[in-house]
């Protein structure tokens, strides 16, 4: 039987995701960080095993840092790197790439979650505001993150898949494919797995058998994944706490929309997630619940994973880190949906409750934006004067210049920038010298 792709349209114009993600590819040209920073270095020694015909003998396939897997991100920057001559915009035009088909797909299951209800068009202006965030510049600006956005589809065109109202076979098998591919992006899309289950699990109208035959190919993947991160990860992190993981997680989440006010974060949080219990309890039999609901798992999921791996070492405030936006704002995607689906037709508790709730939400969102946008024209500003002072210093490079720009990867970074000057790369390409 085939797949029920369609949606209903938005009541908002056709050009305004467009637009939109547009808006986005041009901030993201204007503040991408023009040299590789930080992690990016690591890409050298991979790239210099390619040039020489030994891939396979390179980092390419183990674990970045004992934490994740970003074999197919290194595929993606590989080719970046060598159509550009080793000139950053080209990974981030990749990033944007796959974060504007992510985007699209967001957009279908918002209208998948919301089809046959009376949604007014404020709440589909701010869905817009949620999946086209300036929150994705952190990561969109530096070439390197284009793994957050491969982990990211990964997760959320499954849960699209998965909340049709007739999946096929092969749509579900194109989804496991995804989630794997995701997780060679970031290892946190992991949490697809559970989630692409329980959607199967809870098709009631679905016989036993086809489940089983959907669940199957989730938990072969998922089992194979998760055996092959065991194998090859190295000394495993202290665990932390309870409370620091749960704190941990409430900042996490939080900070998609509140990382502007840290100490309101967690809280705000741990009351959205209340809200959603009697929200889902009121619309439980719809089955326009499932992609909401889908959506904040997969960002709990991320968030538990990331507090398992980092807070024992860094602490719950780490979980503030503006990278993790991208990661957290599915979660108020879905929180949003999910509470205008539930409470939308019920008058009074609507105007005196949720709706106050929903308007302030959605101004910490724009505020948010504002503050995580104001951190990337930081972080351009920064990475340009690094620039320029590797060019001008080279090959006598401070110590603290180093330290700024690579941080523990600093001694192996002096290496590795020799190598970039003896291939033409940036921040020793002539466009950038002649600009100096």
């Known amino acids: 039987m085939a797949a029920r792709i369609a949606t209903p349209p938005s009541p908002i114009p056709a050009w305004a995701l467009p637009l939109a993600l547009c808006a986005l590819l041009a901030a993201t040209l204007w503040l991408h960080l023009p040299l590789m920073l930080w992690d990016h270095i690591d890409l050298v020694p991979i790239i210099d095993a390619w040039r020489h015909g030994e891939l396979a003998a390179s980092q390419f396939w183990r674990l970045h840092d004992g934490s994740h897997f970003h074999s197919a991100a290194y595929a993606v920057l590989l080719a970046t790197t060598w159509l550009s001559g080793g000139r950053p915009w080209l990974d981030c035009v990749a990033g944007w790439a796959f974060y504007a088909l992510l985007a699209w797909t967001l957009w279908r299951i918002v209208a998948n979650g919301w089809r046959g209800a009376q949604v007014g068009r404020g709440w589909w202006w701010a869905m817009l505001l949620l999946i086209v965030h300036p929150g994705h510049l952190a990561n969109l600006q530096w070439g390197w993150q284009v793994a957050v956005f491969i982990s990211l589809l990964g997760a959320v065109a499954p849960i699209r898949f998965l909340t049709l109202e007739r999946p096929t076979h092969a749509l579900n098998f194109a989804g496991v494919l995804l989630a794997v591919v995701g997780v060679l992006g970031f290892s946190t899309t992991l949490a697809a797995f559970p989630v692409a289950l329980a959607l199967i699990g809870t098709r009631g109208e679905w016989p036993w058998s086809r489940r089983f035959a959907f669940a199957l190919p989730w938990l072969l993947a998922g089992g194979g994944m998760v055996a092959w991160l065991l194998a090859a990860r190295g000394p495993s992190a202290p665990l932390p706490d309870a409370g620091v993981v749960a704190l941990y997680s409430l900042n996490y989440l939080g900070g998609g929309v509140l990382r502007f006010a840290e100490k309101l974060a967690p809280w705000w949080t741990l009351l959205a997630l209340l809200m959603a219990v009697p929200a889902t309890l009121r619309c439980r039999h719809r089955p326009q619940v499932r992609p909401w609901l889908a959506l904040m798992a ?125 291939w033409g790369f940036a921040p020793f390409d002539r466009d950038a010298a002649d600009n100096d």
């Open 298 to 422: 997969f960002a709990l999921g991320c968030a538990l994973l990331t507090a398992l791996g980092r807070a024992g070492t860094f602490g719950a405030e780490h979980a503030f880190v503006t990278r993790y936006a991208s990661f957290s704002l599915p979660f108020w995607i879905g929180w949003l949906g999910l509470m205008v689906l539930a409470w939308r037709d019920d008058g009074t508790t609507w105007r005196r409750w949720v709706r106050p709730l929903l308007v302030a939400t959605v101004a910490f969102a724009t505020i948010n934006g504002l503050h995580l946008g104001k951190k990337a024209w930081s972080a351009h500003q920064r990475a340009v004067g690094y620039a320029g002072q590797i060019r001008a210093q080279y090959p006598r490079l401070d110590d603290a210049l180093m330290e700024q720009a690579y941080g523990d990867r600093a001694a192996v970074a002096r290496q590795r920038l020799a190598l970039l000057k003896r």
